[in-house]
């Protein structure tokens, strides 16, 4: 094999182990269930944003050489801050963090010790959590190293044994409107969002390897994403499809963390649910003490010292224990208006870096328009109803299945496009 390829599929494997975090495995074989006999459109559906977009949010970064900051510079600098910070509490203590809580306390607690309760397992993980933020340790690290690997191999096993032997009957279950609402879903994941936080951590690897030039940089990202999109593709495929197995047999009202307990024992036995809680439980921990520092160290920053690093850890983690609380379901539906906001936004800026419009006047009205029809949009979700507003978002095309952003945003970029060209001539 070539060196470039060898670098290359390594960064990729790196990739993946960014992209896939075990909360993740949670959403495909729910959605899986909800659309039973039509899953393939589902994955399909599912992949583009839960791990299309994530690359394209990599592939847009290694061009302009930075990350979603630099990216979004070129709406403004109060709006690069203000989008900036909101990607990173949606990432950090507002939704993800409590969210690998939540699913720790529901995979690997609640199935072996039904009679604990939520609320001091989470605060026993948030404090482990916090002594490790506070005192960094390569034994996470080395965790973090192992426990991919084994979460892996665990849910290879689960996927083709369940495809070797079906635990039930997949059926019709009249589901609407799959292919968006499973685009929709694959926000979930949030690797979007934090691909262009952390897309800087990509670029230094490659760069460390001797890969300096842009179209080297773009090149070597570009297979590694490929590497990491068919193993993501793979996994969430194979768990989606396990779902939709159990559209006939499971209750409808069955949770997502559940569902996935309930279908690994019947994969594997209830044995399979020990190995599956401690390997979710550790490798929730790593990524909620990467999340933890990483929002810590941009608080720290964003104030210039006066709010410290341990300062916001400490913050950060009482907020997060209030959140995770509330359930793994409650801060998924907490996260859908959150989500249908941001990545639209992450969206529309990934696609013009990659055509390379970088004209501040195209940029900042395509992205103003989008960000305004998108809260507009979540505005009715959020339990505000305004009858102008729903009659006018009812009226714009593809509102009915969740892109009412999109007509818009087109109709935006154009007309600026079209004004700044007449300008200049």
């Given at each position: 094999m070539k060196k470039s390829n060898r670098d290359a599929f390594i960064i990729g494997l790196a990739l993946f182990a960014m992209f896939f975090g075990s909360g993740n495995l949670i959403f495909p074989p729910y959605l899986g269930k909800a659309v039973g006999s039509k899953f393939v459109i589902s994955i399909i559906g599912f992949i583009i944003t839960g791990v299309g977009l994530p690359l394209l949010g990599i592939l847009a970064c290694a061009k302009?050489?930075?990350?979603?900051?630099?990216?979004?510079?070129?709406?403004?600098?109060?709006?690069?801050?203000?989008?900036?910070?909101?990607?990173?509490?949606?990432?950090?203590?507002?939704?993800?963090?409590?969210?690998?809580?939540?699913?720790?306390?529901?995979?690997?607690?609640?199935?072996?010790?039904?009679?604990?309760?939520?609320?001091?397992?989470?605060?026993?993980?948030?404090?482990?959590?916090?002594?490790?933020?506070?005192?960094?340790?390569?034994?996470?690290d080395n965790i973090g190293k192992i426990l991919t690997p084994i979460l892996l191999l665990l849910l290879l096993t689960i996927i083709i044994k369940g495809i070797i032997s079906p635990i039930g009957a997949i059926v019709n279950t009249n589901f609407q409107n799959v292919f968006s609402n499973s685009l929709i879903e694959g926000y979930q994941t949030m690797d979007a969002t934090a691909s262009v936080i952390f897309a800087s951590i990509v670029l230094s690897s490659v760069k460390d390897k001797g890969y300096t030039k842009t179209s080297d940089i773009i090149k070597m990202t570009s297979i590694a994403g490929i590497v990491a999109v068919v193993g993501l593709g793979f996994i969430y495929g194979g768990l989606m499809y396990l779902g939709s197995q159990t559209s006939s047999i499971l209750p409808g009202d069955i949770s997502k963390t559940a569902l996935v307990t309930e279908i690994v024992t019947r994969v594997l036995g209830f044995s399979g649910n020990i190995v599956l809680g401690l390997a979710v439980a550790l490798?929730?921990?790593?990524?909620?003490?990467?999340?933890?520092?990483?929002?810590?160290?941009?608080?720290?920053?964003?104030?210039?010292?006066?709010?410290?690093?341990t300062a916001n850890s400490i913050i950060i983690s009482i907020w997060s224990i209030l959140t995770a609380t509330m359930g793994v379901d409650k801060i998924v539906v907490?996260?859908?208006?959150?989500?249908?906001?941001?990545?639209?936004?992450?969206?529309?800026?990934?696609?013009?870096?990659?055509?390379?419009?970088?004209?501040?006047?195209?940029?900042?009205?395509?992205?103003?328009?989008?960000?305004?029809?998108?809260?507009?949009?979540?505005?009715?979700?959020?339990?505000?109803?305004?009858?102008?507003?729903?009659?006018?978002?009812?009226?714009?095309?593809?509102?009915?299945?969740?892109?009412?952003?999109?007509?818009?945003?087109?109709?935006a970029f154009i007309i600026s496009y079209l004004y700044v060209k007449t300008k200049k001539a």
């Open positions: 302009i050489n930075g990350t979603f900051k630099e990216m979004s510079l070129r709406v403004g600098k109060i709006f690069s801050l203000i989008a900036t910070t909101g990607i990173i509490l949606a990432i950090g203590p507002l939704l993800a963090i409590p969210r690998t809580a939540a699913t720790t306390y529901e995979l690997s607690i609640s199935p072996l010790f039904p009679n604990v309760g939520i609320v001091p397992c989470i605060i026993i993980y948030f404090i482990i959590n916090l002594a490790f933020v506070l005192k960094p340790s390569s034994i996470v490798a929730c921990l790593t990524t909620s003490i990467g999340l933890t520092s990483s929002a810590a160290k941009y608080f720290e920053e964003l104030s210039n010292g006066k709010l410290s690093y907490l996260s859908v208006p959150i989500l249908k906001i941001l990545y639209p936004i992450v969206m529309v800026l990934v696609i013009l870096t990659l055509f390379g419009i970088d004209n501040h006047k195209i940029v900042a009205s395509t992205v103003y328009t989008t960000l305004v029809i998108s809260i507009l949009d979540n505005i009715s979700p959020l339990g505000i109803h305004i009858k102008f507003i729903e009659d006018f978002i009812a009226l714009i095309p593809l509102s009915k299945i969740g892109f009412v952003w999109v007509a818009p945003s087109i109709i």
